[in-house]
């Protein structure tokens, strides 16, 4: 598999999803084994989240090196947001973390995957 492989896959996750209403293209990019995407999506409940992924493939492995899930309401307001940005050196799971319906709430957690954020925000 290569980058573009890996975007075409992204791409089709988020073309089957029933619940996302529109999906916008901002940025990717793609070279042999390397590459980045943000897509905005709008979903049914007009919510929206914005996904965004620096990667690379390596024996058949993706590695994310950066990464941000925004998901906010329709008054653009937080939900939630997913990212690895290097500023939260107290947490366990530095760089991971996610910010839980205000800026300023910011939890450990874990790196999710695409598919994770995707059961949460589109009520799987």
Known sequence: MNAGD???NIKTILYLEPYI????????ETQGFSGLYRIKLQLKDENMLE?????????????????SF???DKDKNIIKRWDNAPHHK???????HKH??????????FHPTLLEVLDEVCQR
């Open 90 to 96: 107290q947490l366990k799971t530095f760089p991971h």
């Open 51 to 67: 996904i965004f992924e620096r990667f690379s493939i390596k024996d058949q492995t993706i590695h994310v090196s950066k990464y």
């Open 100 to 109: 839980d319906g205000d800026e300023k709430n910011v939890l450990p957690c």
């Open 6 to 8: 890996y975007l075409s």
């Open 21 to 28: 209403k529109e999906i916008s293209i901002l940025r990717e």
């Open 70 to 72: 925004h998901w906010q």
